[in-house]
């Protein structure tokens, strides 16, 4: 990257208006005057007043998009600099994180320049550094497994063997689930020793495939001796798990022979705690690229986890290629300076875009069912749509007053509008295509945050909520969820959605998923109400949270800190009565990349807490110990 001749510092006082203030220093290191220009950044620490900025002029906001200019007149030297504030925002900022994610000028002649931002560092208080997250650990058992298995019965071998390699006689179908493990493997440490070979190795040790159909279908035993392994099980994915479980075992014996080993004798009988065992992933506010999506997926498959939630679109873009609209995914996904989605959440000059075709489609969803994945896509409504509105904004109503509502993220009008037919043939050629694509059960279609007060200016809305005799926001968007629902039940799929579908009346909870993710006492309601439930709690799950109070430790906060140790022993089931536990389906980690700006800071955030949660979704109650999770989880992949 060529060294940037724009620099962008900025500090965050607790004193000085509402929520404190940013002060931000632009400084000029061309060889030119800068002048005649604009300043843009991305904060999620919005200015909310106008007015409230002092030596300099506002020009807009959208979202987090802000945009400022100099004091008339204002020349910036070489190697001078021009300092403003901002001083009415709509939070307080409580991390290092929370300042300009991203910054650009716009110089006289039109063209964009990338600023490089800092940090955004406390001004008038002491900036507590990062503490250490993780301990070093304990095991009680030395066994590199993780999540660690429901029973383990087994004794510590001296040495361990080159490679398992299948015992004379195996079936087609293990060889080749042998196979697929070993390219798993291969795909996620391409530089450690393979632990399955298709030939007998020397040194190694025969393993033995088992068909019990008593077992469940994700369950799997294995019963070590000094000349053989058995593994048995009775579906494809216990078979899979059961060889991960071996890879584990064997790559942590090889990695560090001092801590973990292999079993010589002795039983592994495993099975999952929850059958619903879920990351999300948000690939709207930043695109994850293809193959980071597979690797993801792989990720996954190794925790076994078995559920690949997509969120495919939000208000900053929409991702998947829809044939019928191909608006989508191109006014639709790119953010830039001169584009009709301005730049948010870490962009800057350059335009950015990406989304996913469908053959890219194809692969992923092919890739994650090898892997005993499902893929659950989702397609955001009626809330967050703006990207779907800048595509196709005759989606909208054109009496509406603008910017008559915002979303908590900072949107002005950005639901689709339930009173508008043509809503309902755009989704309903967008289900068919995804029909086509995903063979989930479930289609994901969000339903989460529409602000108070959507549509209420919309004269066609009123019109529909007068003929339909409802009123309010709510009340609307549960008419607008009944036919989404029905379009899903005729394209025989069920409605899964975030937990603010109940609202206002809700929709037939037959044959429908929420997913609890405001505050865990939310799941219980959901599930008094009669809806099945997966525990997503921003206070645990949510994987872009801040894990330290600490001001130098970077992520979001509105849900508070969570703590790796937190994420660990949350315990979602918690205060489930007994007779609604069974509408309890799981758990699940959410990735949300709003701050998601590089892979280092998705690996920061995601590890340790994904397998945390696999842990949790795995392992029952009593088998959980922090410690010896600790221990092990630095053997694990990352991004
Ligand atoms: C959500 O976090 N809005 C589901």
Redesign the pocket.
Known sequence: MQPSSYHLENTWSPEGGKHGRLTLTLFNFSDAPLENFRLAYTTLTRLVDPQACDNAVFVRRNANFHEFAPPAGLSIAPGGSWTFTVSALHRIARHCTDGAKSAYVTLEDGTHVTVFTSDLLLADRVSEPPPVLLPGGRLELPYAIQPWPAEIDAKPGEDFPVALYPAEGSDAASIKALAAAQALFRRLFPSNHIPFSLIAAPQGRALRFVERPALAREAYELSFSGDEIVLAFSAEAGRLYGLTTLAQLLDGARREPGKFRFPVSGVIADRPRYGWRGCHLDVSRQFTPKDDVLRLLDILAWLKLNIFHWHLTDDEAWRLEIRAYSQLTTTGVLRGPDEPLLPQLGNAAEPVGGFYSQDDVREIVAHAMALGIEVIPEIDVPG?STATLVALPDLTDGQEAPDSYHSVQGFPNNALNPAIELTYEFLAKVFDEMVELFPSEYIHI?G??VANGSWLASPLARKLMEQEGISGTFALQSYFLKRIKAMLTARGRKLAG??EVAHGGGVDPEGTLL?A??KPEVGIDLAREGYEVVM?P?QAY?LDMVQADAWQEPGASWAGTVPPAHTYAYEAEGDFPDELKHLMKGVQA?I?QENFISRDYFNRLVFPRLPAIAEAAWTPKAQKDWLRFAAIVPLNPKL
């Open positions: 967050h969000g989460d945050e975030w937990n997913m993710w405001e997503t921003g949510y959410c949300w």
